[in-house]
């Protein structure tokens, strides 16, 4: 049964629907699960936990993924008859990994996910109410916005564990030696990163356009959202052929050819932000994830980088949020092990330990908990505090902005947007294979149109 645009409280949730797998273009037809949920006034509910949980999550960075090793060893010696079994998985992995397990019925008891991904488990039936465990950390410590993507026909799927948002990093020291000022919009960027793409080892700014990610993606997201467009139209079709799509597709392209390393073409997210890390680039656009990068790879460089909000394109248009990521957690709708799921996901929000796992990356994940961000544990960080006014900026973003074709709310079409590279692919035949801007353009909307109506979508 298919479901309207924008319509999201005609979409049945728990029923068979179709989903675009991340491993292949092709739909799969995916059955809803039959699972049940714990009645209880908390999350951890009343009855003694016992059984074996396994949690997925794609913190792959040693201090995020040492927190929660040790909150589940923390766990289980207050819970002994409950193991908490955790599987690691990049982002990338991940998606391929959870459309082919639910094919497969091989699910975990809970995971982490990201907003684009929790709308397509949603469509198919695959998660578990979660209101129970927001209630018990407390529905007010969250922002609206983010419970919001997961939330559908008034019952939530998902909650936050931290956000970022997307912003413009910079080489202060770069721009000062060039006698150049911050650029603040998609013509000053240009001419900047022009004057500083100086040789093989020093770019003004990489344009990925790798399949194996959503950077091209997310670069064409921010032209867009300048223009005061989205990815997607009003009606929910694809939004690649607009005046403005044409022209952010022909800015990126050209960006392309003057200011970036040929091999960027094949970038993901990780390639993009190494070369940043390394100093090879004056520019990039990333979250504070950018900090403990820079830091890891060339300590020296930690003084001169700098955060500044998204290029517009005229000096008086209003500021934008361009992309904001609220991290999920969600619990499996097929786990038999709900009430032990949900506990040890409410067990990773007290005030303490929620804020260890902040300082794991500084900068990096702000608090989904809008208290903890006024706490005073938390600001005494000295990597918050030597960042400031970038970590300013990043927290002015999150609130302005919304995951990738989400403007509207959760939608499906967000999901096979970040997940099927149509616009990289459409970016990569540009250049590689010299294919008319138009063209390409055309033949990408027209197949991301056919992908969301296979999905369920009806126009």
């Known amino acids: 049964m298919a479901f309207p645009y924008p319509d999201k409280g005609s979409r049945a949730r728990l029923r068979t629907m179709t989903l675009a797998a991340a491993a292949a273009v092709s739909v799969v037809a995916l059955a809803s699960c039959a699972g049940t949920t714990p009645d209880s006034d908390t999350a951890a509910g009343d009855g003694e936990l016992s059984g074996e949980v396994v949690f997925w999550h794609s913190f792959t960075q040693g201090p995020r993924a040492e927190y929660m090793e040790r909150m589940a060893e923390e766990f289980e010696a207050?819970?002994?008859?409950?193991?908490?079994?955790?599987?690691?998985?990049?982002?990338?992995?991940?998606?391929?990994?959870?459309?082919?397990?639910l094919a497969a019925g091989q699910v975990p008891d809970l995971?982490?996910?990201q907003p684009n991904q929790v709308v397509?488990?949603?469509?198919?039936?695959?998660?578990?109410?979660v209101d129970d465990v927001i209630d018990a950390i407390g529905r007010d410590r969250f922002t609206e916005a983010a419970l919001g993507e997961g939330t559908l026909d008034g019952?939530?799927?998902?909650?936050?564990i931290y956000s970022h948002a997307q912003v413009m990093w910079y080489r202060a020291d770069l721009l000062e030696a060039a006698g150049l000022e911050v650029p603040e919009t998609w013509d000053e960027l240009k001419d900047a990163a022009v004057a500083l793409t100086t040789g093989p080892d020093q770019y003004g700014l990489a344009v990925p356009m790798g399949t194996n990610d959503l950077m091209g993606t997310r670069f064409l997201n921010f032209y867009l959202q300048s223009a005061g467009e989205s990815l997607l139209k009003a009606d929910g079709r694809a939004n690649l052929t607009s005046d403005a799509a044409i022209d952010g597709i022909e800015y990126w392209v050209d960006m392309y050819e003057k200011t970036s390393p040929e091999g960027s073409v094949n970038y993901n997210v990780l390639d993009q932000a190494t070369l940043f890390y390394q100093g090879k680039t004056?520019?990039?656009?990333?979250?504070?994830?950018?900090?403990?990068?820079?830091?890891?790879?060339?300590?020296?460089?930690?003084?001169?980088?700098k955060a500044a909000p998204l290029p517009r394109l005229e000096k008086g248009d209003e500021l934008y949020g361009g992309e904001t990521s609220n991290i999920a957690t969600v619990v499996w709708q097929k786990s038999e092990v709900q009430e032990e799921a949900k506990a040890f996901l409410e067990f990773l929000y007290q005030d303490e330990d929620y804020i260890d796992f902040l300082h794991s990356v500084p900068g990096g994940m702000l608090p989904s908990l809008q208290d903890i961000a006024e706490n005073e544990a938390y600001l005494d960080d000295e990597t918050l505090q030597r960042h400031a006014d970038s970590v300013a900026?990043?927290?002015?973003?999150?609130?302005?902005?919304?995951?990738?074709?989400?403007?509207?709310?959760?939608?499906?079409?967000?999901?096979i947007l970040t997940s099927q590279a149509v616009i990289e692919k459409m970016l990569q035949?540009?250049?590689?294979?010299?294919?008319?801007?138009?063209?390409?353009?055309?033949?990408?909307?027209?197949?991301?149109?056919?992908?969301?109506v296979a999905s369920g979508v009806s126009f």
């Open 282 to 305: 004056a520019f990039d656009f990333n979250s504070g994830f950018q900090i403990s990068g820079v830091v890891g790879t060339s300590p020296q460089l930690e003084s001169v980088i």
């Open 120 to 129: 397509q488990m949603i469509n198919v039936g695959a998660l578990a109410p």
């Open 393 to 415: 900026v990043i927290g002015e973003a999150v609130p302005a902005g919304t995951a990738i074709g989400m403007e509207t709310g959760p939608l499906v079409q967000s999901g």
């Open 78 to 101: 207050e819970h002994p008859d409950v193991d908490i079994t955790i599987e690691t998985f990049s982002w990338g992995e991940f998606q391929t990994k959870w459309t082919t397990g």
């Open 111 to 113: 995971s982490t996910a």
């Open 155 to 160: 019952v939530s799927y998902s909650l936050p």
């Open 429 to 452: 035949d540009i250049v590689l294979n010299g294919t008319d801007v138009k063209t390409a353009a055309k033949a990408a909307e027209d197949q991301l149109n056919q992908l969301f």
